[in-house]
C-alpha cells in the first residue's frame, strides 16, 4: 500500500526566502507525482506534475525534483512571498491506477 | 473555462441525519472523482465515475455512504445515516482522462469542496 508523508507538517519562514517542502513515498513505482496547492475554504489547484521519466519541473518561481529510486520528491519555491502562504500537497499516481493518493501537507507560513 | 461547481458550501447536521452533496464537473470532462478530506489529513479518494459507471469505490463506506452520476455529467455524494467522523470536506474532481489511456497526465481540477460537520 502506497503511503505518502510530508514533513515538516507546518513551516513559517520571512519573505524572500528560499524554501524546499518534502515528499516521501513508499513504493517507488509510480506513473507520476503532483504537487497542489490548497487555500483555506477553497479546492486544490495544481501546480505541477512530474511524469516519471522526468527529474524535474519548473513553472515560475517553482521547481519540482523527482527521485524515484530514493522515494523522495522535492518543491523549491525561490523568493518566497506571502501570496505563496497556502498548504501544500503531493500526490502520486501508480501504474494502471487512476487514484492519487495524497500526501497530509505542509501548511506554509511566509511573514512578511 | 467554468470550474467544478459543489454545492452546499458548508452543512451542520447531527448524527444520524441524512446529507447530499452535488457537484458538477467541467464540461467534457469524462472522469469525476469524490475525495474525502478531514481536518489535518490529505484527501482520500471515495469513488471514481468514469462517464456514468464506477471505476473505483474501494474506500466508499457502502453501509452510509452513496453516489450516482447521472447521464455521465453532475453527481450526488449522500451520507445516511452520519456519523461524528465523517466530519470533513468533501472534494469533488475532474479531468479529461479516459480509461485505458494510460493515465495521461491526468490533470484534476477541484471544486472548492462541502464541508460537513456532524454533532
Known amino acids: 500500500k502506497q503511503e505518502v508523508t510530508q514533513i515538516p507538517a507546518a513551516l513559517s519562514v520571512p519573505e524572500g526566502e528560499n524554501l524546499v517542502l518534502n515528499c516521501s513515498f513508499t513504493?517507488?513505482?509510480?506513473?507520476?507525482l503532483q504537487w497542489f496547492r490548497q487555500d483555506p475554504g477553497k479546492g486544490l489547484t495544481s501546480l505541477l506534475l512530474i511524469q516519471s521519466s522526468q527529474r524535474e519541473q519548473t513553472s515560475g518561481r517553482l521547481n519540482a525534483s523527482l527521485d524515484k529510486s530514493s522515494g523522495r520528491s522535492t518543491l523549491y519555491i525561490a523568493a518566497s512571498q506571502p501570496g505563496d502562504s497556502a498548504t501544500y500537497l503531493c500526490a502520486v499516481k501508480r501504474f494502471g491506477n487512476e487514484k492519487l493518493t495524497f500526501g497530509t501537507g505542509t501548511r506554509l507560513t511566509i511573514i512578511p | 473555462e467554468a470550474g467544478v461547481a459543489q454545492s452546499p458550501r458548508y452543512k451542520i447536521i447531527e448524527k444520524r441525519q441524512s446529507v447530499a452533496f452535488w457537484c458538477n464537473p467541467i464540461s467534457g470532462h469524462a472522469t469525476l472523482y469524490w475525495y474525502q478530506q478531514i481536518l489535518g489529513q490529505g484527501p482520500k479518494l471515495l469513488i471514481q465515475f468514469q462517464n456514468n459507471g464506477v471505476v473505483d469505490d474501494s474506500q466508499l463506506p457502502k453501509d452510509r455512504f452513496s453516489a450516482e452520476r447521472l447521464k455521465g455529467v453532475d453527481s450526488t455524494l449522500k451520507i445516511q445515516p452520519a456519523k461524528l467522523e465523517d466530519s470533513a470536506v468533501y472534494l469533488c474532481?475532474?479531468?479529461?482522462?479516459?480509461?485505458?489511456?494510460?493515465?495521461?497526465?491526468?490533470?484534476?481540477?477541484f471544486g472548492a469542496g462541502s464541508r460537513l460537520t456532524v454533532l
Open positions: 474532481a475532474s479531468s479529461l482522462t479516459t480509461r485505458g489511456s494510460a493515465g495521461g497526465a491526468n490533470v484534476l481540477t
Open positions: 513504493d517507488s513505482a509510480i506513473y507520476n
